[in-house]
């Protein structure tokens, strides 16, 4: 039988690739956004009453704060055997039901001990989302896709941020009367629960776990879907966990980089989410101007991280360079937060909202790991790796913003600055191994690879489906940057 030509299949591969956006990337975007809601919703409580309701010091949430990341830490590898050993779209579904209940018990919470274990409970369901897409995005996309797809759906972060800040001032505005018997903070967290809850049940009949069972692709295009991704330098997934990947995963130098750089990002992150709103206030703001002025802050990240997601897609090899420069705009941010005096509030709230931009560079960095480390057990392990480094940084984030620095946190400003500077030497050292490597490979082969083509990287074939090998392992292989 003869081949198709040429402009059939990329008609085709087209028609397939539309089809698995409009299925897939809404399922993953609302996913992500009701995960930040829901994460980020101990944040809006802080002013809601939460700290009275629960008789907590501003110490005592400092360390709520960061017990999700406790939880979040201590599943991160057992979670990822999951990924390997489990359907990874019911998995992913069920973790989803899982904290959606538990953030719906945080209402009940009357102290701290209460909140703190809803909070590591929260972390442990909470902790397969990101890895989790960080593989989908490797199973169904090319290294030419991933970028702009791992934006959409990291996009939903923006959008919580703005739906939710808008949602509690709506409640806030709820009269505390005898009639009422929950306090707003209270009925913050039992909504949030609810509407999760009822969404992870439409994902647990949607949401696929590879290619080959997708329901919303005819029979005869599943397999093609399955196939046009591993073909150009990915592996199919695999239920067996190899041990040889996973000591590659640990010697890897790309891993030890992108953990640096989560943990510099994420211990900025830590602090910012948790205490944006507190520090706002601390400026002069009432309680509700204050959740209204933390809206910007998502409408600047939303707009940095979409123009990123279109640059890279549009021209390769500009990954690592985004992320820098995510990194330059959050540095003004702390600049402007720090060296401003008291009395220059409305300067010092546009640092605030500015320094929020270097979120828009960490879903670049998941795209790097769907790009650049191949084989299931590799993959699942430096993502693992990956989110323990996010998760310490979170932890310690929040213990930054002491009381006793209180109104200024004059101390956090600086630890923070540090961190941007370091993540930005580590991102540019991660390029330019990546650079050394794919010249070195290109010398041995006798041949230029493009890292991002949409030809074939040379993988040994069986049957159609190619095998379960590592980035390492295969010589044709080529890193995005």
């Given amino acids: 039988m003869s081949e198709k030509p040429r402009e059939a299949v990329e008609v085709e591969e087209k028609a397939i690739l539309r089809r698995i956006d409009l299925c897939l990337l809404p399922l993953m975007f609302v996913s992500y956004l009701l995960q930040y809601l829901d994460k980020t919703t101990l944040s809006y409580t802080s002013i809601m009453g939460l700290l009275t309701g629960t008789k907590m010091t501003t110490h005592l949430y400092s360390w709520s704060s960061s017990a999700f990341y406790f939880g979040y830490m201590i599943a991160a590898y057992p979670v990822s055997l999951g990924f390997v050993k489990l359907p990874l779209g019911r998995y992913l579904a069920a973790m989803m039901i899982g904290w959606s209940v538990i ?80 306090a707003p903070w209270q009925w913050l967290f ?75 990002v994420s211990l900025p992150n830590g602090g910012i989410t948790n205490f944006a709103a507190i520090v706002i206030e601390a400026f002069g703001f009432t309680e509700f101007q204050t959740l209204l002025y933390t809206i910007p802050m998502a409408v600047i990240a939303l707009f940095f991280l979409l123009v990123c997601a279109l640059a890279c897609n549009r021209y390769h090899g500009l990954r690592c360079y985004a992320m820098v420069f995510t990194l330059l705009v959050s540095l003004l941010g702390i600049l402007l937060m720090r060296q401003l005096p008291a009395e220059h509030k409305w300067g010092r709230l546009v640092g605030v909202w500015l320094v929020s931009v270097f979120g828009a560079g960490w879903p670049l960095s998941l795209s790097l ?44 400003f600086a630890a923070i600055l540090a961190c941007f500077c370091i993540g930005i030497v580590d991102v540019l050292l991660l390029r330019g191994y990546m650079v050394w490597e794919n010249r070195r490979r290109d010398k041995a082969q006798g041949k230029v690879i493009e890292p991002e083509s949409d030809a074939p990287a040379g993988f040994t074939m069986d049957d159609g489906c190619i095998m379960d090998i590592s980035d390492w392992q295969n010589e044709s292989y080529r890193y995005a940057l």
């Fill in 369 to 412: 790991i769907s790009s650049n480390v191949a084989g299931f057990t590799k993959k699942s392990t430096v993502t693992a790796i990956l989110f323990i480094g996010y998760c310490v940084g979170n932890i310690a984030g929040p213990q930054l913003f002491s009381s006793s620095q209180a109104p200024t946190y004059y101390g956090a």
């Fill in 103 to 182: 953030l719906a018990c945080h209402a009940a919470a009357s102290n701290f001990a209460g909140l703190c274990a809803l909070r590591v409970l929260l972390g442990v369901f909470e902790s397969a989302i990101s890895p989790g897409f960080t593989l989908i995005v490797s199973m169904w996309y090319t290294p030419a896709e991933h970028a702009l797809r791992s934006c959409v759906w990291f996009a939903g972060n923006g959008v919580a941020a703005l739906f939710g800040g808008l949602l509690a001032y709506a409640i806030g505005h709820v009269h505390q009367g005898s009639a009422n018997l929950l």
């Fill in 190 to 264: 039992l909504i949030f629960g609810l509407v999760t809850f009822l969404w992870s049940l439409v994902c647990y009949f949607t949401l696929p776990d590879s290619p080959l069972t997708a329901r919303f692709l005819p029979a005869e295009q599943r397999g093609r879907a399955d196939r046009r991704a591993q073909a150009r330098q990915q592996s199919c997934q695999s239920r067996r966990w190899k041990k040889d990947q996973f000591v590659e995963a640990l010697l890897d130098p790309k891993t030890w980089f992108l953990f640096v750089y989560n943990f510099m």
